[in-house]
Structures are given as C-alpha cells and as structure tokens.
C-alpha cells in the first residue's frame, strides 16, 4: 500500500445533489406566490369597497381576533420545534428529531382546529359577500398548505425512523423545514391582512 | 445497536459479502412494462419529452383549427357567417384558442423539448425527478382533454348572457384550466430543479447550454405566473359554486381574471425558451460556438424579468371614474416602460446575433431550422414593436400636454390601439414565433429525440408555411387594430354579435379583406404543420443513427 503523507487531507467528498431541498425551494415558492396573488386580490377588493364607504366585513358576522391570535402563536411556537428537529437530526439525535417532528406535526393540528372552530364562530356565509368568499379561499387554502405540510413532516419522521436521515443527510428534514417556515410565514401574513386589517 | 449505526446488509455489501438470501437468484426477474402499460407507467425522460411534443403539437393543431374558425366568422364581421350560433358560442371559442395555444401547445412543446433535451445538454442521466415528470404530463394532458370537453359541453371561461352556458361544465372548464396549470407547474419544478442540480462538477450555470440556461429563467418566471393564474382561478371557481356569483365568478369574469396570460407582458414569458433555442441554432449554423455568452445569458434573464406579467390585471382596475385615470393598468407608468425596455432587450438580442454572425466569419449553413429560428426571430421583434405602439399613446402623453397641435394627427392614430385586435396580433406574433422556434428546436435536435434526422427539403417546404402563415395571422390582427377592430371579436346579443358593436370600424370592407387574408394564414400555419408531422413520421421509418451521433444532436 502506498504511504501517504502526514497532512495531506482527505479527498473532498463530492458534493451533494440537493435535489430534494432545490424541489422544495421551487415548491414553496410557488406556493408563496399562489398566496401572494389572493392576498393582492382580497386587499385591493377591501380598499375599492372601503373607498366606497362600505362595509367590507359585513357587520352580521362576528369575527373575532383571539381565535386567529392564539393560532398564529401556536404556529410561531412550531417554527422552534420544527428547528429542534432539524438541530437534532444534524446531531445523529433520532429520537428527538422524532419527537420535534410529532409536536410540530400536533401544532399544525391545533391550528387546523382553531381555524375550524372559527369558521364555525364567526357566522360568515361563504357566498353572503365579496369578503366572505375571499376569506373562505385565503384561509381555506392555508389550511390545504398546513396538510401538506402536515404529510411531508410525517413522511420524513417516517423516514428518519428508517434511519435514512442523519447528521451526514439532512436534506428531508431541512427541506421539510423550509416548507413549515413558509407555512408559518403564510399564516402570520393572513393574520395581519385579514383579522387585525379586517 | 443505536439508530446511528450503519444497518447491517450495508456493512455486508460493502464487505463484498452477497447477503441475498438464497432462494432470491431463482426468483423471476421483473421487466419493465412494454406497449401502452409501458407508456403510461414510464419514467424515462426521453419518452416523457416525446409524449409532451406529440400532444403539444397536436394540440396546437386544435388551436389553429379554432383560430381558423374564428377568422372565418371575422371575414364578415357585421353579418358573420354563422359558424357559431351566438355570441356565447364565438366567445367560447375565443377564450379556448387563447388557452389551448399557449398552455395546452406552446408551454408544454417547451419542457417537452427540454425534458427530453436538457438532461443530455447536461450530461445528466434523467431528469431530476422522473415520476414527478411523468406526474406533470398526464395531469397536464387530463387537463387539457377535460378543458376542451368542457369548454365543448356548453361551458367555457364563463359566459355572455344568463343561461348560454352550463354552469356544471363552466366550473368544469375553470377546473381543468387549473388541473393544466399544477401539470405545468409542476413540469417546470421538475425542468428547474434539473438544471440547478443535475449538473456535472465544475459547470456553472452560466456554462449551460443557451436552450438550458432559456429553460432555466423561462421555468422561473413560470413559477412566479402560473400560481397567480391558479389563484384567479381558484377565486372564480370558488364564487361560482354559491347561490349567486358575485363578481369573480360570474359573467365573462373567469376568462377576464385570467386574460392577462394571453397579453403583453406575460405573453412574452411563454415565448423565453425561442431566446435559447434561436441561440442555439444560429451558432450551430455558423459552425462556431456562443461568443460573449454572459451578455447573452443575462439579456434572456432581463427578458424574462421584464416578461412577468402577472401584475398587470386589467380585471382588478378600479370601477369608481374617479379614480380610473390613476387604477387603469394599461396606462400605467410600469406596463409603458415594462413595454418599451423589453423592446431594447429584444434589440440588444439581436445585436448579439449580429455579433456573433460576424465574428464566426464564414457565411451560415442554411437548413430548415436555421431559417424558421430567423423567422421566429423576426415575428418576436414584430411582436415588441405591436407592443411599443400599444403602449404608444400613454407613453406620449406627456407630448400630447406639450402641444397637441403637432402631434394630434399622429395621436389620433395611436389613442384608439388600446382594447383592439393589435393586442391580438401582439399574442399571435409572439405566440407562433415561438411554436416556429419550437419545431426548430424539433429540427435541430431530432438526432437526439427521435434518433433519426429529419428530412431537409421537406422540412424547407414547411418553413414556408409555417413561417408566412405566422406572419399573415399576426399582421393582419395587428392592422385591423389600426382600424379600430376591436380586440374582443363578440358583445353580448344574439345572433353572432351585439348590434353596434362594430360601428366605430373604420374602412370595414378593407379590415374584413384583412380577416380574409388572416385566414388564409391560419390555413397555412396549420399546413405547415401537417408537413412537419409528416417529417416526422417519414424519419421514425427511416434506419436509427448510433448512440454517438444521437449524443451529438443534444
């Protein structure tokens, strides 16, 4: 065997093909943007019917701030479980990386209740107004955007207990993780937009 | 054993022990699926990219067919012909030439194109994620069989008058025009994703090929306008399932908060790939290799930037009069100079042709994709200067404050182009200078896609068709406009068209004369695809090349 010097390091190992973080990134944009286009949409019909001097909520319906709040809080409170688990993973800490997937993951549910028990608080009739509809497809599709969410930290939970996951590879989870930060980041936007704006 | 540790048959293969079990090397070997189960299920690229060029084609065959018929009621526009029983009818048709043209034929002959090409550009294996490119095609191709059906079964983006249309296949319609979106979208991720990864060590980005680097920011501005068009639709859809549609839903809404995909700017987006392939193609035929690619690379990034589109929504302008003059997109400061730069980016592109014509120094081989990518080309550069003109009148408004004496003859020409078929014959020079791009891109890298060349004298007698049918269709749209033919062909009213509609056509024997010839363009762009069809057919029964030549096409 040939003698190798003192020092020389070690071939760089070739790069990784970050497919599935570049797929993610693509995704999550398009996903930002889809949303970007409603809030254009729901803001710019609100300003022609305030300028109005109408109403744009109509004044039956009761919607009520906590709701929206204590969801955007849960869903801030997921962004450092979510970071937990990719921390963990990068550390070969499997079981931890499991358990912060699991409480991101019961997070997102929680939102997903408080936005159902708001939508049957609040008494506003889908087809009733402009607004309502708007309302109903902005937060309707953020919840479509929490399952998906929801399935991809499943998949990759699923995945990192197969033991395809650790220090040396942590695309799935970094790339789940962006993903939940782009979730939360919607809902923040949404909260503001529709529930402190109204 | 923590979770940690390797698992143990790695260990073993590793060792170079054989950890099959014993009865495993009996077992039958699996076959990948051959015929139609094979086509379906597969996941090779290159089958996928053949699969996106044959049916995009056929469907820019479809949309001819309609634009044909269309023009054919145009060639007497007071009295009209009777093809379409009403107005509803004309108006869904209208709203399916537009759709079927750019995103059930352009877009997808594009990544068809680069799904199969931009691997082997980059010496890649396959595509970055195969099923999902399989993924993309059939809900792609779903949609857009589902999109004409509907639109076919009394639906359509919408409709003219209560009742003309069936609400059930309206929504189907603004469904599938969705489905057609994600299938895109998700096929420009894959081609996106290809590009940024798939690359070999040590190639950059700016040392793709042209055709690459052209899909790269194409797919990108596509990622940025195909969920806004999603977003249109979802709003509509979602007002037209309630007991009353409220604004975005009913009417010829839907197909109104999704026009801006059929119009300057975005309707250049779709046409960024002819950037790369005219690239491509000029230099081949000059035998030398891209000089000053980082100035080209960056001219195709600012095209695409300046193409985005889906700002400029006409649908959301503002209702109040009052505050119309400051809402109205069209005359708004950014879409006049989106329009004018982007005309000087198309300039600049030339000028880089130009430059690398001269500098190879020896004069181009003439083939049949060297000659429609010149054509192309041209149809762009006419598609800017529609554009220019369009946004002429704002653009000179300050001059018409100055001294509207000097000027009024020259305004009065331009004032009235907003709203009329200029807009039309801007889509239809952009639109089928890039399908010609496209069949050019067939041309040049049929080695590489079907493993065979194509036949030249032939391909020579489609040029011809292709290319001067393109420009009867787009010229003819963008005179009329100068006559005051207004860019929606229909009103609401019954039979064909809303009485007074068309009285403020000036010289309406000539623009119907125009129509005529319009016509016959669309007959001969449709011609000249049945020649390249036959090309293609004529090819596949010819002897393949060896892989080394087929690797040389790419």
């Keep these: ?134 309302i109903y497809v902005i937060s309707g599709s953020h919840l479509a955007m929490i399952g998906i969410g929801l399935v991809f930290l499943l998949l990759m939970a699923f995945r990192a207990l197969a033991g395809q996951y650790s220090s040396r590879q942590t695309d799935g989870f970094v790339a789940a993780s962006i993903y939940w930060y782009a979730v939360v980041f919607v809902y923040v936007v949404i909260w503001t937009a529709i529930f402190v704006l109204k | 054993m923590t979770l940690t540790e390797t698992r143990p048959e790695t260990e073993a293969v590793a060792a170079g022990d054989d950890v099959r ?45 309609l634009g044909m018929l269309i023009g054919i009621e145009q060639a007497d526009i007071d009295g009209g012909f009777g093809v379409f029983g009403q107005a509803n009818e ?51 191709l779903v949609g857009a069989i589902a999109h004409i059906a509907a639109t076919f079964s009394f639906g359509g983006l919408g409709s003219l008058q209560a009742g003309a249309a069936r609400g059930q296949s309206v929504e189907l319609t603004v469904l599938s025009l969705g489905m057609i979106g994600v299938g895109l979208l998700v096929g420009a991720g894959v081609i996106f994703t290809t590009l940024v990864t798939q690359r070999p060590a040590g190639m950059d980005l700016l040392q793709m090929p042209s055709f690459s680097w ?61 950037l790369g392939i005219t690239a491509e193609v000029f230099t081949a035929a000059h035998r030398s290799s891209p000089k000053l690619f980082e100035p080209m690379a960056f001219i195709v990034g600012a095209f695409g930037l300046l193409s985005f589109g889906a700002w400029a929504q006409s649908f959301f302008d503002s209702a109040d009069p009052l505050a119309q003059d400051a809402h109205v997109v069209t005359n708004e400061v950014v879409f006049t100079a989106f329009a004018l730069a982007i005309a000087l980016v198309v300039l600049a592109y030339g000028g880089w042709l130009a430059f690398n014509a ?47 004496d000097i000027w009024r003859g020259f305004f009065d020409a331009m004032d009235d182009l907003e709203g009329s078929s200029l807009v039309t014959g801007l889509m239809n020079f952009a639109v089928l200078g890039a399908l010609l791009a496209a069949v050019a891109g067939l041309f040049h890298w049929a080695p590489a896609l079907l493993g065979r060349p194509l036949n030249a004298p032939l391909g020579f007698l489609a040029v011809l068709p292709l290319a001067g049918g393109a420009i009867l269709v787009g010229a003819t749209d963008a005179l009329g406009g100068f006559f005051d033919q207004p860019a929606r062909p229909y009103a609401a009213g019954n039979p064909p068209y809303g009485p007074g509609h068309f009285d403020e056509i000036d010289a309406l024997g000539f623009v119907e004369a125009l129509n005529v010839i319009g016509l016959i363009g669309y007959i001969a762009v449709l011609g000249g695809l049945a020649l390249v069809a036959l090309n293609v057919a004529r090819s596949l029964g010819g002897a393949p090349m060896d892989e080394a030549e087929q690797g040389e096409g790419a």
Excluded: K
């Design chain 2, 358 to 404: 001269y500098s190879a120094g020896e004069r181009p081989q003439i083939t049949p994709q060297f000659a429609l990518v010149t054509l192309s080309g041209a149809l762009l550069t006419a598609a800017v200067v529609a554009g220019v003109l369009r946004v002429a009148e704002p653009a000179l408004g300050v001059l018409r404050e100055a001294d509207s």
């Design chain 2, 90 to 140: 004309l108006f869904q048709v209208f709203g399916l030439y537009r759709t079927t043209l750019i995103l059930c034929g352009l877009v997808p002959l594009f990544l068809g194109l680069a799904t199969a090409i931009a691997p082997r550009q980059l010496s890649a294996s396959s595509v970055a994620f195969p099923r999902a490119a399989a993924a993309a095609f059939w809900t792609w």
């Design chain 2, 214 to 274: 052209s899909m790269l920011v194409a797919t990108g501005v596509w990622l940025f306008s195909l969920p806004v068009l999603l977003a249109n639709l979802v709003v509509s859809w979602v007002d037209m399932r309630g007991a009353d549609s409220l604004r975005f839903g009913g009417g010829d809404a839907p197909f109104e908060m999704v026009a801006w995909a059929f119009d300057a700017p975005q309707v250049y987006a779709w046409t960024i790939p002819l």
């Design chain 1, 1 to 134: 065997m040939a003698d190798i010097a003192v020092g020389t390091p070690l071939a760089a190992p070739l790069p990784r093909q970050r497919t599935l973080l570049v797929g993610t990134v693509f995704g999550t944009a398009a996903s930002l943007m889809y949303f970007a286009a409603l809030l254009a949409v729901y803001l710019r019909e609100r300003s022609d019917a305030l300028s109005g001097g109408g109403d744009w909520i109509p004044s039956s319906a009761n919607v009520q701030l906590a709701p929206p709040t204590v969801a955007a809080w849960t869903m801030l409170m997921s962004v450092v479980t979510m970071q937990w688990a990719v921390y963990s993973i990068a550390r070969d800490d499997r079981t931890h990386a499991i358990m912060a997937t699991a409480l991101t993951t019961l997070f997102g549910m929680s939102v997903v209740v408080t936005t159902s028990f708001q939508y049957t608080d609040m008494g506003l009739v889908a087809d009733e107004s402009i607004a309502a509809t708007l």
């Design chain 2, 21 to 65: 079990p014993a009865t495993q090397s009996s077992a039958p070997q699996w076959t990948p699926p051959t015929g139609l189960a094979g086509i379906l299920s597969t996941g090779d690229h290159q089958v996928i990219g053949r699969l996106y060029i044959v049916f995009s084609l056929l469907l820019s065959g479809l949309a001819l067919t």
